[in-house]
């Protein structure tokens, strides 16, 4: 509290130091301003050095101590930047290794359904190579009870193999005719 409080007085004696109009506080404007314009003016001759504009006027130990305020600045320049560039880099590298975990967990499944559909084409071909059956047989072995019967096959020239329990008779020219593809998603059903 007494810290705000001092601060108080401290403000307040100067903004009543600024609002009088002394003779003395005029000669202080004057003098500080005075003071500021030349410490203005030599930064401006500073930030020209800085930037390599004349330096003819420099002596050489001024041109040893601006060399050396340069070289500092660029050690930090330097340093700065290269900090920034690790940071990046190593952030780039966690990138990359998430990504790669992800790539290969895709990978993986790639796979996975590749095999998946190599198993599908493979039983689809057993199946048509296989002699037709009959629809009120049940499957044959436990890898087809996935898949649906086949239809029915067109037998020219004899009886309907639904006739005569599943043994068709067929005429001397076997024109059985075998369905080319397999329709599992419902096509042609009733």
């Not at 404007?29 to 001759?45: M, P, S, V």
């Not at 993986?108 to 190599?118: C, S, V």
């Not at 057993?126 to 436990?142: I, T």
């Not at 006739?163 to 009733?190: A, K, Q, V």
């Amino acid at each position: 509290m007494e810290k705000i409080l001092e601060r108080y007085e401290r403000y307040s004696y100067a903004e009543r130091r600024l609002t009088s109009n002394d003779p003395d506080s005029q000669v202080n404007w004057t003098f500080d301003f005075a003071k500021l314009k030349a410490k203005l003016e030599l930064l401006h001759r500073n930030h020209r050095h800085y930037l390599g504009q004349e330096l003819d006027s420099l002596n050489v130990k001024e041109l040893q101590s601006l060399e050396q305020q340069l070289d500092t600045a660029l050690k930090n320049v330097r340093s700065k930047k290269n900090q920034l560039m690790h940071e990046s880099i190593s952030e780039l590298q966690k990138k990359e290794r998430a990504m790669q975990v992800h790539n290969n967990m895709l990978s993986k499944k790639i796979k996975e359904k590749g095999k998946n559909m190599a198993q599908v084409q493979q039983l689809q071909w057993q199946e048509q190579q296989s002699p037709p059956r009959n629809h009120q047989e049940g499957p044959s072995d436990a890898s087809n009870f996935l898949l649906p019967p086949p239809p029915p096959s067109l037998n020219m020239g004899g009886a309907y193999q639904g006739e005569l329990g599943g043994e068709g008779r067929r005429n001397d020219l076997d024109l059985t005719l075998e369905p080319i593809y397999s329709c599992h998603m419902g096509c042609f059903t009733n």
